[in-house]
């Protein structure tokens, strides 16, 4: 247990419906991160926030997904109107602001969404 | 574009004989980290090596870096079956620090 949790572990939502995704980092993290994981691939890099700002989106960030760390403590990942498209591993992850100079950044256990 | 490339994709060993991974990447890095991850679960951190480290070692793991060669290895030594997992190395640069995987190494280690 790396201290990052997520929930729910396994999502199953037909198409069209919203589904929210949420993250408790570690507590004194203030930099947390999501990724997307599809099966056989390594997970890619969705967003990130410093504290309650949300300082980069990648383009795989549609407009359908949005983001939010209200009090610079928990997140949530929505995405509405599903797709199958967006069947796939959700990751949380966090760490210090520091990581270039060599703190960790810990993941969860991921979110696994099923679109039918 | 992937950051991070594992060699080779899959990689099968019986217990108690040692792994070993590669790992390139294509620009210059501040550190370089190592994931472990069992099927479905989430990425478990194994090391971080600095870009100004060579080697570095944790238990049975040994990780090296080559940033002339822009690449690292991951040794598991006296593997054991509950290694059985796919790794990971990952990489970023920079104050925002993403990291960029690649598809990783499937270790399949049998007893």
């Known amino acids: 247990d790396t201290g990052v949790s997520q929930d729910p572990r396994h ?24 990724y997307r994981q599809t099966l056989g691939q390594g997970p890619e890099f969705l967003t990130y926030f410093q504290n309650e700002a949300q ?16 009090k610079g403590s928990f997140s949530t ?29 810990y993941f969860g256990e991921g979110s696994w969404l099923t679109v039918v | 574009s992937q950051q991070g490339e594992e060699d080779p994709q899959a990689l099968s060993i019986q217990e108690g004989e040692n792994a070993t991974m590669n790992c390139s990447y294509k620009t210059s890095i ?34 090296t870096l080559d940033t002339s060669k822009k690449s690292s290895s991951l040794l598991i030594t006296a593997s054991r079956a509950a290694d059985t ?12 620090y993403k990291l960029t995987f690649g598809k990783g190494t499937l270790l399949t280690v049998n007893p």
């Open chain 2, 30 to 63: 501040n550190n370089l980290q190592w994931y472990r991850q069992n099927s479905g679960r989430g990425l478990v951190h194994l090391i971080l090596i600095r870009s100004n480290e060579r080697e570095k070692h944790s238990g049975r793991l040994r990780v």
């Open chain 2, 85 to 96: 997992a796919s790794y990971f190395c990952a990489s970023g640069l920079g104050s925002n």
């Open chain 1, 77 to 105: 990942l929505e995405i509405q109107r599903t797709e199958q498209g967006d069947s796939a591993m959700y990751l949380c992850a966090s760490s210090l602001s520091e990581v270039q100079s060599g703190n960790t950044i």
């Open chain 1, 11 to 34: 999502k199953i939502t037909k198409r069209g419906q919203n589904v929210t995704f949420r993250c408790d980092p570690i507590s004194e993290h203030n930099r947390l991160y999501w």
């Open chain 1, 55 to 70: 300082l980069e989106k990648s383009r795989l960030l549609s407009d359908r997904f949005s983001a939010e760390r209200p």
